[in-house]
């Protein structure tokens, strides 16, 4: 955002409600996701970064569609199963019947009991969509890089960001 502003010579503030305006007009997330099919298959992972200072960990948990290569559901929280359970409720109704990878983080056994889940180490392969995905959002976000100078600074433009540019990856997707 810094970057933005020098090269368009406007205040941080006012940029951020720019960036606010915008984002508010942007149609409801379902809307960028393509309906499922009946042999459809999800995977599930979770990835950190941080608000503030790298003591303060946000996970952010995303369902990715094996088929269309889309987020279909994404929650920003902490590393529990309660966050687990979150992304289980945004993701939408028919994708809940589809099976499902993840790795082997005890919250995913815990969540997801509906006898189409199955929990593999990243050896396997099952997993790799997106795993893929979660370099690419370290590509693309600063934020999300490990080792990084930008970092979010509030809990709100963290989520308004990452949601934006979930929004943008599953529209360029679209057939």
Known sequence: MRGVQRAL???????????????????????????????????LDELWSFVGKRQQKRWLWVALCRRTRQIV???????????????WQRIPIAYRHCHTFSDLWHAYQQVIITGKHTSVGKESGETAHVERWNNTLRQRIGRYVRKSLSFSKSDKFHHLVTKWYIYEYNLSLTT
């Open 9 to 43: 010579g406007v205040n941080r503030h006012t940029l951020a409600l720019w960036l606010l305006e915008l984002l508010a007009r942007l149609p409801a997330f379902r809307t960028s996701v393509e309906p499922a099919r009946a042999n459809d298959v999800l995977e």
């Open 73 to 87: 559901a994404f929650v920003i929280g902490d590393r529990s199963a309660k966050t687990c359970w979150k992304l």
